[in-house]
């Protein structure tokens, strides 16, 4: 009853210099030296960047230390080798597609990050990457994310690596009842936290600024940056954010089940029933690639829990109540989305009438407006835009808007570039496209990843987009001289338009976001869930509230 498995496709020298905190850093024959508080450590020499791979930042989350918050790890004696990439947190195998890296090495210790770092840098801006995977898959030390290319720009680039699904979100009674807080879930989350405040504590040994840092992501990392950007424990911990297709899907209550969610406890005590293991003991004993695959088996998606200590609310409430961080922010999303996620299309009627018909049974007084925006001229085309607006587009809009709405600087984008191999694979502007083009990586994709060709005219969309995350990062104002002037989202609804070259424009899909908030508030005031709901997979709609109405 807890599989969710179409939503799982979801989401793969020589110079001496001081530092800004004082640590040494030195350059020698084998490899750049640095002499942070965490230990000494010896990198490589890439270009003009100096690179340590696979750093520990917390304790490995092994054993009796299974489902804890993360530890810190004691200073190490010596100087430590971080030359070599590090391994993926435990993940169940990937289907075949775009996002398949092909086999990796992979462990339960695994808590590690990469820092890429200009030559000589001092007090740099520093932007932490967190990858996406719907929390089950990924990696931190995946090619395509090379921070060389922002090591170019002045940027200190850190990717994190953090535990994924049921070995970093499981909620058990037996987890909150040994908790001092009483809680349990949301470990990946405060691995990031602790990433974060690694960070702070480190990064001026790099030449990074810890007073500047951008945290960013992409699906379920840009989801990760909505937690943070709610997480009481995360405030103060960065500066800057950057939501690369995110969502704002409903979240399990660690006790309560509202919005025909079961409780996060509840969740995780089946999933045990389901793997055979009758307590906590022998949850910890079993290993951890037959808990991995045997829990994936069961239909088990993870999710952020809402406990009142990491995350205090639904992220919809956080928003609205103001409650965020009070950041700079780019949001944005691509316009096909979906392309790569077909599996989560609504079943298709099988003409015109069927398609209205269904429509104005499940949207009531708001279907002219659902036709309007979503013509069923061509069905298939009209799901692939409604299944992606009802998740990524409103998400963007809604964070820019939240976001202006609290005094901040918040820039929205629409990234609907493409290229031959894309176009002929039926997956124009996909789910993570623009991945490579933000790191540059056009040649570190994964293997059935559409080939980027390297000419002139993708250079220049990536160029652009690496000046405008990067100069965000630097002072919150994005821009660059490969394309024209990003206005803050306003009252004018301005964005940024990547098509073939960068473009500035205004209000982005008339009507999308009021459709969307309104279906949204109806379905929370009516204790629905709100997650992936369009076309003939949507429930029929709550009727009008005071604060929810049918917006023209």
Known sequence: MFVRSALAALFAGGL???????????????????????????????????????????????????????????????????VTPGVACMQPPMAAGPYNRGEQAMSEDCLTLDIT?????????????????????????????????????????????????????????????????????????????AALKWVRENISAFGGDPDNVTIFGESAGALSVEYLLASPPARGLFDKAIVQSGYLFTMPELRAARYEEFSAEAIGAWVAGQIHAPDLASLRAMDARTLVDKSAATGYLPYGTIDGKVLPRQLVDVFDRGEQAPTPLIAGFNSGEVRSLRALLPPLPGDVDAFAAEIRKNYGDLAEDYLSLYRPDDIEETALAASRDVVFGWAAERLVRKQAAIGQPAFLYFFDHDYPSATAAGLSGFHAGEVPFVFGTFDATPPNWPTIPDTAEQRLTSDAMLDYWTSFARDGRPSTSAGPDWRAFGETQAYLHFEETPEADQALFPGMYDLHETVMCRRRAGGQSWNWRSGGAAPPLPPATADCGHTP
């Open 16 to 82: 001496v210099v001081l530092a800004a905190a004082g640590a040494a850093r030195a350059v020698e024959d084998d490899g750049p030296v640095i002499r942070a508080p965490a230990g000494a450590l010896q990198g490589v020499r890439e270009g003009e960047a100096n690179v340590f791979r696979a750093v520990p930042y917390a304790a490995p989350p092994t054993g009796e230390r299974r489902w804890k918050p993360p530890a810190p790890l004691e200073p190490w004696s010596g100087v430590r080798e971080a």
């Open 117 to 193: 770092a200009p030559a000589g840098a001092v007090k740099a801006p520093v932007m932490v990457w967190i990858h996406g995977g719907t929390l089950i898959w990924g990696t931190a030390h995946s090619p395509m994310y090379d921070g060389r290319r922002f090591a170019e720009r002045g940027v200190v680039l850190v990717s994190i690596n953090y535990r994924l699904g049921v070995l970093g979100y499981l909620a058990h009674p037996a987890l909150s009842a040994e908790s001092p807080d009483h809680v349990s879930g949301n470990y990946g989350l405060l691995d990031q936290i």
